[in-house]
């Protein structure tokens, strides 16, 4: 069992930055992965980024460039630093962890999920 908490979201001006925290705790060594995912109004869930426990990283097309996960090993803490915002990235972003050893971003690979964190940016 993982708890996620998300925490970091606000509101910014297009070209603004946030950084994004997902702090995790509970049966951390069942974690292999950490996603983050984001849900604009009238929008299923898009995957943004995922981080494996070993350090692989990786973002989708319309935010690389852009958007940077990392991670805190020692504080169990996953970062999404977040330049360059642009009005198309507002959205509730959530954290999911994974179990399984694979690269999906499909929202129904992950177990665990935090209640996210509003991103809005505006123009």
């Known amino acids: 069992q993982v708890k996620l908490l998300e925490s970091g979201g606000d509101s910014v001006q297009d070209g603004g930055s946030l950084r994004l925290s997902c702090a995790a705790s509970?049966?951390?060594?069942?974690?292999?992965?950490i996603a983050w995912f984001r849900q604009a109004p009238g929008k299923a869930a898009e995957g943004v980024a995922r981080?494996?426990?070993?350090?692989?990283?990786f973002v989708v097309d319309s935010v690389k460039g852009r958007f940077t996960v990392s991670q805190d090993l020692d504080q169990n803490i996953v970062y999404l630093q977040m330049n360059s915002l642009k009005p198309g990235d507002t959205g509730l972003y959530y954290c999911?962890?994974?179990?399984?050893?694979?690269?999906?971003?499909?929202?129904?690979?992950?177990?665990?999920w935090g209640q996210g964190t509003q991103v809005t940016v505006s123009s």
């Open positions: 981080i494996w426990r070993r350090g692989d990283t």
């Open positions: 999911a962890a994974s179990g399984l050893a694979d690269w999906s971003l499909d929202p129904a690979r992950y177990s665990y």
């Open positions: 509970g049966n951390i060594p069942e974690i292999r992965h």
